[in-house]
């Protein structure tokens, strides 16, 4: 009986590494077209994110029922994901710029 049961754990913990090297291989966001750049969590089931799609980025905010589009940016992904001579400024940081940006053409 304990044979068995060392045997059925032994399975279990051979289909967990399987499982683990299959899902490596396999990537769910190998798209050409979409990205997401940036995430922050803003609470439970609640986020911020910034994609690219064909190029165009946009800040989308998400929780667990609806998901909206908050604004386009005008910078491209390479713009925005650009390195500055301090390394690579938090999603914080570049969230601040953005807004500063959008609120200084509103004016």
Same mark, same amino acid.
């Given at each position: 009986? +304990?044979?068995a049961l060392l045997g059925v754990l032994a399975l279990v913990f051979l289909l967990f590494w399987i499982m683990k090297r299959f899902n490596n291989r396999v990537a769910l966001s190998d798209s050409k077209n979409m990205k997401v750049l940036e995430? +922050? /969590?803003? #609470?439970p089931d609640k986020m911020l994110l910034l994609v690219s799609v064909c190029g165009k980025c946009m800040v989308l905010g998400v929780t667990s029922n609806h998901t909206e589009k908050i604004c386009e940016l005008e910078q491209s992904e390479e713009e925005l994901t650009k390195l500055p001579e301090g390394g690579n400024p $938090?999603? #914080?940081? $570049?969230?601040? +710029?953005?807004? #500063? /940006?959008?609120m200084n053409k509103k004016k």
């Open positions: 009986m +304990i044979m995430r +922050i /969590n803003l #609470g $938090s999603f #914080g940081e $570049s969230f601040k +710029i953005v807004l #500063g /940006n959008m």
